[in-house]
């Protein structure tokens, strides 16, 4: 059987194809990728030995700029380039995890009567998955929220989560941190590409946090801060790969933006979580939907971007700490069914003959 995985933009339309792909491979199927020529993904997927097939991208804004008068042009293109592309390759069914790229992947597809499956990880769909889901048979969801705002293609699957996470070592991770005192360990992860405002709030929070913790900051690329690079018990990443599973392995308490992927792996791991949404103005709204269902479900506590100072922060950090174990049995109740799992399910129910 053959299969198209597709998606980017950042990580987060990324990793859940990477986490279907040890089940697709054990099954022996055919792999390939269809990306955006310089994207996150071309990096993130040849670095997993896949077929990788760039294609022209135009990217969906929903604010006014001149590069949305050049943008249906590289659609276009792209909609083209993934026709040739499909039609060479032929695959049983494609698997789309959204972002701007995938538009053209999907239509090309439903030109070619291919079959679609594609995901949707936040509450409310993107605008990249609402048009491509004219072309899908199923939409796989994350949220029972989802459901309402996908009609009867919606199945609820949850996310593909990568099994590597669940195999991290605590002393290593505290070898690849350097950390000599015993302290609880926080980590703070802004998403893929960083986030200017999280990363700014901890590092001014970091005389109080490291009374109490060591702290692990991903802060994303070219986001380091030299000055601080000979602190004492931080320590600062612009992305990490394969040390990820053991650094969560020794992490105790976590503060992160929401998007939906993050927050899925937060579930799954068991990590008691301070939540920082992205505010309206930087984004559609999603990730305070994404939130907003964790805090009301015991997973996390949530601090809005407009109301974020050092004082909320840390005394949020430390009330989510020293009642950790509320969290973590909330997130116990949660389901235990396999994300990667159920949608394999989908896609081999799907596939043309």
């Known amino acids: 059987m053959k299969i198209v995985l597709t ?16 089940l697709l491979q054990k099954e022996e199927w055919e792999i390939n990728y269809i990306g955006s020529k310089a994207g996150i993904e071309k990096e993130l997927i040849e670095a997993e030995d896949i077929p990788y097939y760039g294609i022209s991208s135009g990217k969906l804004r929903r604010y006014l700029s001149i590069e949305n008068l050049k943008d249906p042009f590289k659609v276009v293109k792209g909609l083209g380039d993934a026709y040739k592309i499909l039609k060479e390759l032929d695959p049983n069914i494609v698997f789309s995890k959204g972002g701007y790229v995938s538009v053209p992947v999907v239509m090309a597809a439903k030109l070619l009567k291919i079959p679609v499956i594609i995901h949707e990880s936040d509450i409310t769909p993107g605008l990249a998955n609402k048009i491509a889901s004219k072309g899908a048979k199923k939409i796989c969801v994350n949220f029972p929220e989802t459901l309402k705002y996908v009609g009867n293609k919606g199945i609820l699957t949850g996310t593909p989560i990568r099994a590597e996470l669940f195999q991290g070592s605590k002393a290593k991770g505290k070898t690849i941190c350097k950390f000599t005192m015993g302290k609880p360990t926080l980590l703070v992860m802004g998403g893929s590409l960083g986030s200017v405002k999280v990363n700014t709030i901890v590092r001014e929070s970091l005389d109080q946090l490291l009374i109490t913790y060591n702290v692990v900051h991903i802060c994303g690329k070219n986001n380091l801060d030299e000055i601080l690079k000979e602190t004492r018990g931080y320590i600062q990443f612009e992305y990490v790969g394969t040390e990820l599973p053991h650094i969560f392995a020794l992490t105790d308490i976590m503060l992160s933006r929401a ?21 309206k103005q930087a984004s559609r709204g999603d990730q305070i939907l994404n939130a907003e269902s964790m805090q009301k479900q015991g997973y996390s506590e949530v601090i809005q971007e407009e109301t974020l100072d050092v ?10 700490y020293n009642n950790k174990d509320f969290y973590k049995n909330a997130m116990l109740s949660a389901n235990k069914l396999s994300g990667s799992e159920k949608v394999l399910k989908e896609i081999k129910e799907h596939c043309k003959n």
Do not use: C, F, Q, R
């Open 7 to 22: 998606g980017g933009g950042t990580a987060g339309h990324v990793t859940p194809n990477i986490a279907l792909l040890p």
């Open 259 to 279: 998007g939906a992927n993050s927050l899925a792996e937060i579930v799954a791991l068991k990590i008691p979580n301070v939540l920082i949404p992205l505010s």
């Open 311 to 320: 004082d909320i922060l840390i005394n949020t950090i430390n009330k989510v």
